[in-house]
């Protein structure tokens, strides 16, 4: 590890302290300008709505970190949905062995990612963009489209709905895969292993580690990550449909990469991604409420412009102000 | 290196969101739509891209200048019933007096709604309606009986009450559309003893399959006066057989769609008349039931209520009825633009 370079150090502001600054900035703005934002009931919400975004970029962090990447976490949430939906209403099984059997399918479904990219060395953009189309497909083919499976059992639809200990569920369920995924990427040699793949695979080979197991692994959780976000999300919405998470994967993307974890792998931190992902949900929440906006009904289009926005401003800033610095280095 | 980046940042966390939460105990803001004294209802759509809506938000917007009640109108670009469960939450904590909602996902939306029932908002459903027990009035474009009854006379009057006509529907199984049939066979047993129904072909909901069937039956049936299409993809296909068949006049078309679909139809003779509800009216009525339920003017159990232009409506039970179905003809299509 002490081979590795360090390249976040020798910038004057890490990506992470500007990102914060942004996230405190725009949380204030909203404090003072949106319509009830700081209510309890609207800090509720925020989380609500956001965790199933939050979880897959906790589990989409590790992909990219490995220099890899996820497209299929989206579609994958629609087909978990579905296989919920089929196993409790069509072959009435109790919620428990649904709930097991969905996430071994999620599992599964990562594996089956896993198992291209990493055995078989495939690209991973390539593979996931084929498992984006086939697991939706699958989804959509089981349901013929249009099917869409309702009435759940309500101790799970508690899940969605419910607060524990003051916190609605989904907080408490975010805020353990939060602690996991920092744990495994900061804190354990699995996690070392994920950044050094992401730097230099062949050096990785080199320095002993087992390239092609260590690769497969944030593939595995992130498709069982996807199944607990299918589940929420079922549970958040009281039905299982096909077009569930649809577009999830492509937030959760950005959530990461706003989060400052290197497209390229190698470099990137799971709090900056937390930092991500309060980003992007407080920005959601907020830009509908802001009254000019509120009256014209447009929060939903705003907030995706202004996401691409911050997304831009974020990656930018850290190397205009090397640059800036860089010059006046030079002059003097 | 990463202690001394995250320290400090998970410090700062807390902070930001402890800064938030001060909020909650701070004045609600002048702006406040009790303050001032002005009805705020929210109107969501399935979905706000969508030509009915808008036409119904045009007819709210008009109630809503009319009441001088405030308006907030949003829904999800595409139809998303995720994105509308949001929106409701999302309103419930913005202090909104009454809820009109058109919705996607009957059961999964009534938790919302209810829990907005729970913190004193009025909910009142329109176009769609969810679980009963989730709001206090839906408005209904129309019954079951004054879409079939309508077609049938329609029908009837094309054909001056004597001859052979089809029906093209979406599937046979298709619940709604089940319900109107009866109502059409009904009126047609009724009131019209001259006129047949020779068959009923289901077309899948699709513009294609709905064309390809009323070829069929066209060249099966020479003396196959009317075509009865009454799912919306269905009207188009069938004008656009009977266009291609050279029978533009000597089969006529009527059907249940949007008018917009059919203009062109229309305006060549293909398609005589197109059924639907006053789409604006349908907005206007509902801001009307809105906004009288949001003052307590409008409670359980009236038996009508005053509607603005559209004089005293009928209330069944908690369902408040728009009225008759309307006709498009080419006369009056261009008035419409939805």
């Known amino acids: 590890m002490n081979a590795l370079p360090a390249p976040t150090k020798r910038h004057w502001v890490r990506h992470e302290t500007l990102l914060l600054l942004m996230l405190f900035a725009e949380t204030t703005y909203f404090f003072y300008f949106a319509r009830n934002f700081g209510t309890a009931d609207n800090i509720s919400n925020i989380v609500r709505h956001s965790a199933e975004m939050g979880l897959l970029a906790l589990a989409m962090m590790p992909v990219i970190l490995t220099g890899g990447i996820d497209l299929s976490v ?33 599992l599964f479904a990562g594996g089956f990612n896993a198992a291209l990219i990493a055995f078989l060395r495939l690209p991973p953009l390539i593979v996931t963009l084929g498992t984006f189309s086939l697991y939706r497909g699958l989804a959509e083919a089981t349901t013929q489209g249009t099917k869409i499976y309702r009435s759940f059992d309500p101790d799970f639809l508690n899940l969605g709905d419910q607060h524990f200990f003051a916190l609605p569920i989904q907080a408490w369920i975010f805020a353990l895969g939060a602690l996991f995924f920092w744990v495994l990427v900061h804190r354990t040699t699995l996690g070392r292993s994920f950044r050094a793949i992401g730097f230099s695979p062949e050096g990785t080979l080199y320095a002993g580690i087992p390239v092609e197991r260590r690769t497969a692994m944030p593939y595995v959780l992130a498709g069982l990550t996807a199944a607990i976000a299918a589940l929420l999300f079922t549970a958040r919405l009281h039905q299982a449909r096909a077009d569930a998470g649809t577009g999830y994967e492509l937030a959760a993307i950005t959530a990461v990469v706003l989060g400052g974890t290197s497209i390229f792998g190698g470099i990137g931190s799971v709090h900056g991604t937390l930092f991500g992902i309060a980003a992007i949900a407080v920005l959601n929440n907020g830009i509908a409420r802001v009254p000019g906006v509120l009256k014209a009904g447009v929060g939903g289009e705003l907030a995706s412009m202004l996401t691409g926005a911050l997304l831009l401003i974020a990656l930018a800033a850290p190397i205009l102000t090397r640059f800036i610095t860089r010059g006046r280095a030079t002059q003097t | 290196m990463k202690r001394s980046q995250f320290i400090p940042a998970l410090l700062a966390l807390p902070f930001t969101l402890l800064m938030s939460c001060e ?101 009142v459903t329109f176009d769609s309606d969810t679980t009963p027990d989730a709001r206090s009035f839906f408005v209904n474009q129309a019954t079951p009986q004054g879409i079939g009854e309508a077609l049938m006379d329609e029908a009837a009057r094309l054909c001056a009450e004597e001859g052979e006509f089809a029906i093209i529907t979406a599937t046979l199984t298709a619940a709604n559309m089940n319900e109107w049939r009866k109502f059409i066979e009904a009126r047609l047993a009724e009131r019209y003893p001259k006129m047949k129904l020779i068959d009923t072909k289901p077309c899948d909901d699709q513009k294609d399959k709905a064309q390809a069937e009323t070829t069929n039956l066209i060249s099966a049936n020479p003396n196959l006066k009317c075509i009865m299409a009454i799912c919306s993809p269905a009207v188009p296909g069938a004008a656009e057989a009977v266009k291609q068949a050279g029978k533009a006049g000597i089969v006529k078309v009527v059907g249940l769609g949007l008018p917009s679909e059919n203009k062109a139809y229309l305006k060549d003779g293909v398609t005589q008349s197109v059924i639907l509800w006053r789409v604006a009216d349908l907005g206007y009525l509902t801001i009307q039931a809105a906004y009288a339920v949001g003052t307590g003017a409008l409670e359980v159990g009236s038996k009508s209520i005053h509607a603005g232009k559209l004089g005293e409506i009928q209330i069944d039970g908690t369902s408040i009825i728009l009225g008759k179905p309307f006709v498009f003809t080419k006369d009056n299509v261009d008035q419409f633009d939805f």
């Open chain 2, 23 to 123: 909020k909650s105990s701070a004045p609600v803001g002048a702006d406040h739509p009790k303050a001032a004294k002005k009805l705020t209802i929210a109107f969501l759509p399935k979905s706000k891209g969508n030509s009915y809506f808008i036409a119904c938000e045009k007819g709210a917007r008009e109630a809503v200048q009319e009441l001088g009640a405030e308006l907030l109108f949003d829904g999800p670009t595409n139809t998303d019933p995720a994105k509308q469960n949001e929106i409701v939450e999302n309103w419930m904590t913005l202090g909104v007096d009454v809820i009109a909602v058109a919705c996607e996902n009957r059961e999964g939306i009534a938790g919302p709604l209810k829990r907005a029932q729970e913190k004193g908002i009025k909910i």
């Open chain 1, 74 to 106: 989206g579609s994958l949430m629609g087909l978990c949905a579905v296989i919920f939906g089929v196993l409790t209403h069509d072959w009435h099984w109790t919620t428990l062995q649904a709930v097991a059997a969905t996430l071994l399918a999620g």
